[in-house]
């Protein structure tokens, strides 16, 4: 027996220059608001939140395949208790926000027990009907009813007396629940946790018989989701100022939109959902003329990813390039110690026994 | 009397409801596919005939002479030239294929036809009743709309125990692999499936058409409402589609006589309890 030592590689060169690429990025999305251009900056908020429901979608359904087409049901619960918090809590919006975030996470939880009984096509409509339901229970009670409310002028002001400086606060918390949403994705996914879902997601006998417990694992996944989820629905309405059952609980925009915009940049990886929102605004902004078109050429789109690119845009380019910008998987190397030299540079059986990682 | 009265409605509503369940059923039933796109394309049905009524000034009921072999054919090619190349383990690209589909219908509708509400008229028959006793009275149109119900099933059922086809639609659906090995070309026999599909699809889509008002956005109402009686009757039985069509129907019009309000919730609240008590339906037989 040999004495070698092994590096476990996090990362690649590509990975890091597409960090240094990231971080800039968001350095000059904190200059916009310099510029002054409200427009821009009214846009750039709404890809932000596009982005962090698609980083969400992409983290329950590529990662631990739950394929819900209720999230519209967190995003809109979200929204809707921004506005109670604020309304009869007096609270102020900005304190509302994650708290409107953890209260749509509690009530995932019931959500999540009942359609855990539901298992592939079965959990995406039952998941569906829920939101259906959410949706006629904020019909009923009184927060506008079906009609709907605004936000009071009120608590408006208590975000800033001016519109410049409201839409100021407005910009910088969208760039930083997306920037956040990410941060949490990926994190998540490089740790223990992110290790046993990829497992679960690969083969789940398996994963079960090293002993990781899959219903606990998804159901952490599905109620951190939601809190998320429902957080980004509170910062939608914010921004929006008005809230309806209507357009709180719309399945075409929180879900399909969505969906097709993970599945078109690429299901199951953080840089598809960054691909798909591209592609998702650069559709809606040029076809805006055309009234629905940019729904049909989305769906179309999907349709022909799921027949001819299954691992959608960034997938295909990835998988010809060897792309990564966020790298989540582990690579095993060996390092020789110096004293020997062995004819053997693989990976061998011990070097595979002797990696032990914890147990999740 | 008033109750007895709304009873009878919501069973025989029960009977258009198991109608939108039947092609859902049928499709799963054969290649295990959940057809998004279902209630978008009841509607889709809806407006053809709503356009060769236009174009031919025929009846929605003749117009059925166009849409049902319009509905086989699209449906026999979807299937064969896109749906196929989609099944297989993962469940992802059927799902967000038909969903695609769903989403490509609703706004082509929208854009063609706008938003407004529609109609297909049949005349006084829609409103003609006959009386039950004093206070009972019975639609003639839901009545009859209840036995089409029934004669679909029957038919259905003729079909898949009678005839060589229903047996290469029971085989594939025990097992596609050993099916295939038999000489049946499943491709070929999943295309047929959908295409009957459709024509169940077509069916419910023009005599609700005659029944309610629908739009280009009507559509995910009714796959949840199929979706819902499926599950309450039990994956995959035919006849449990009818019952489960029944206890939503019955649901929703005991709701709706509560408050009007409460119509819809109250068939989601019997289905979410359904799920919780009986996770698999009161006839659960997945294959047929």
């Known amino acids: 027996m040999t004495n070698q030592t092994y590096i476990v590689a996090r990362a690649t060169t590509a990975s890091k220059a597409a960090l240094v690429i990231m971080v800039s990025c968001v350095v000059v999305l904190l200059l916009v608001p310099l510029t002054g251009d409200r427009g821009s900056m009214r846009l750039i908020v709404e890809i932000c939140y596009f982005l962090a429901l698609a980083q969400m979608w992409n983290l329950l359904a590529g990662y631990a395949g739950l394929l819900s087409v209720g999230q519209q049901a967190f995003s809109g619960f979200g929204g809707y208790m921004l506005f109670a918090f604020v309304v009869y809590g007096g609270l102020s919006p900005l304190i509302s926000l994650p708290l409107a975030g953890i209260l749509a996470g509690i009530v995932s939880l019931p959500v999540a ?14 998941t569906w009907v829920t939101a259906e339901v959410f949706k006629l229970v904020f019909f009923e009670i009184p927060l506008g009813g079906g009609s709907g409310m605004s936000l009071p002028i009120q608590a408006i002001r208590d ?90 609980f719309d399945v075409m925009e929180w879900s399909a939109g969505i969906i097709f915009i993970v599945v078109i940049g690429g299901i199951g990886r953080i840089e598809g959902p960054f691909v798909g929102v591209a592609v998702y605004f650069l559709l809606r902004e040029t076809t805006a003329n055309y009234g629905a078109w940019y729904m049909i050429l989305l769906g179309l789109l999907a349709i022909v990813i799921m027949l001819f690119a299954r ?50 | 009397m008033e109750w007895i009265s709304t009873l009878l409605q919501g069973l025989l509503l029960g009977g258009v409801y198991s109608l939108f369940a039947i092609g859902l059923s049928l499709v799963f039933g054969v290649m295990r596919l959940v057809n998004i796109a279902h209630g978008d394309l009841i509607v889709l049905a809806s407006f053809t005939s709503y356009v060769v009524v236009q174009a031919l000034g025929v009846g929605p009921l003749m117009s059925l002479v166009i849409v049902l072999p319009t509905f086989f054919l699209f449906g026999y090619l979807v299937q064969l030239l896109v ?30 036809f706008t938003a407004d509400n529609r109609k297909l008229n049949l005349g006084p028959i829609e409103t003609a009743s006959f009386r039950l006793g004093n ?39 025990d097992d596609a692999e050993a099916a295939r090995m038999m000489g049946i070309n499943t491709k070929r026999v999943f295309a047929v499936a959908t295409g009957i599909g459709m024509v169940v699809i077509a069916i419910a889509g023009v005599l609700m058409g005659v029944r309610t008002t629908f739009d280009p956005f009507s559509g995910p109402v009714r796959l949840l409402f199929a979706f819902e009686a499926v599950i309450i009757g039990g994956l995959g039985s035919i006849w449990g589609t009818l019952f489960g069509g029944i206890v939503l129907g019955l649901a929703q ?29 009161f006839f659960p037989k997945v294959q047929h």
């Open chain 1, 113 to 126: 027990i009942l359609m855990f009984r539901l298992s592939g096509p079965y959990f995406a409509i039952g």
């Open chain 1, 159 to 248: 975000i800033s007396p001016t519109t410049e400086g409201r839409e100021l606060i407005i910009y910088l918390t969208a760039l930083a629940i997306a920037v956040g949403s990410v941060a949490l994705v990926y994190s998540m996914l490089r740790s223990r946790f992110g290790l046993a879902l990829t497992a679960v997601r690969d083969n789940e006998r398996a994963s079960a018989s090293v002993g990781i417990d899959s219903f606990r694992l998804k159901l952490g996944v599905f109620v951190t989701v939601a809190a998320f989820t429902g957080m980004v629905g509170a910062l939608i309405f914010l921004q929006k100022l008005r809230i309806s059952p209507g357009s709180a």
């Open chain 1, 311 to 360: 691992q959608g845009l960034w997938g295909f380019l990835a998988e010809r390039y060897r792309l990564t910008v966020f790298p989540i998987e582990r690579r095993v190397r060996t390092v020789e110690p110096v004293e020997k030299a062995k004819p053997s540079n693989g990976i061998s059986d011990t070097a595979i026994s002797n990696l032990s990682l914890p147990p999740f």
């Open chain 2, 83 to 112: 749906l196929n190349r989609t099944l297989g383990d993962d469940m992802l690209p059927p799902m967000i294929v038909t969903f695609g589909l769903s989403i490509v219908i609703q706004n082509a509708l929208f854009d063609v």
């Open chain 2, 135 to 173: 206070d009972i009275a019975i639609g003639i149109y839901p009545l009859a709309v209840f036995a089409i119900a029934i004669a679909t099933i029957v038919a259905l059922q003729a079909l898949f125990y009678n005839t060589k086809l229903g047996r290469e639609f029971r085989a594939t659906s």
């Open chain 2, 253 to 281: 019009a005991i709701g709706g006589q509560i408050d009007p309000q409460f119509q819809i919730m109250t068939g989601h609240i019997v289905f979410l309890v359904v799920l919780l008590l009986r996770p698999t339906g």
